[in-house]
């Protein structure tokens, strides 16, 4: 991954994502347009061939699991079918296989909220066993090496793309 498609692949396209609304089913009134965002992301994943997706932060106070559940509930909407969330925020050596199993054996679609990959080895297996991974980026906070670093970690060309996050503020996603 080189240092301009860490964030920005030249042959993407934006999305504007609301951090502050990140479930479309929330309580709190969403906007026309983060739904739409919110679709658009969904759709863009729609282009290459998955069953499992793993959200994986680069860097600390990343919340994959809303992340994942916002996309799951679009996804619901869009299949008409069950789109399931495995929370693996605190997967650790000693689940690991049951985890991965999971994933696995899973016959619906499912989106997985990993933890920051630096700090959790076993959450490169999980990356792994999915079959491709969109980036979290936090703007500003995140690090080109870090993510470039996952990239290796999971495997080359694995990765579809970023979303990228404003914290207090509205996020961009980019999609390969």
Do not use: N, Y
Not at 99 to 124: N, Q
Request: charged share 25%; proline share 4%.
């Amino acid at each position: 991954m080189g240092r301009e498609h860490a964030i920005a692949p030249a042959d993407t396209a934006s999305l504007a994502l609301a951090a502050d609304k990140a479930s479309p089913s929330s309580e709190a009134a969403v906007d026309a347009r983060g739904t739409r965002d919110w679709e658009r992301l969904w759709l863009a994943i729609q282009r290459t061939p998955w069953m499992s997706i793993a959200l994986v932060p680069i860097g600390k106070g990343i919340e994959t699991k809303r992340l994942a559940e916002a996309l799951a509930e679009v996804g619901r909407q869009h299949l008409g079918a069950k789109v399931v969330v495995h929370d693996a925020t605190g997967v650790a050596i000693s689940t690991l296989q049951s985890a991965v199993a999971e994933i696995i054996d899973c016959e619906d679609r499912a989106i997985i909220a990993l933890p920051p990959l630096t700090e959790c080895p076993a959450g490169v297996e999980l990356a792994r066993a999915a079959d491709a991974v969109i980036l979290c980026i936090a703007l500003g906070e995140s690090t080109i090496a870090e993510a470039e670093r996952v990239e290796f970690d999971v495997g080359e060309g694995r990765v579809l793309g970023a979303v990228i996050i404003r914290k207090g503020g509205a996020s961009h996603g980019s999609h390969k």
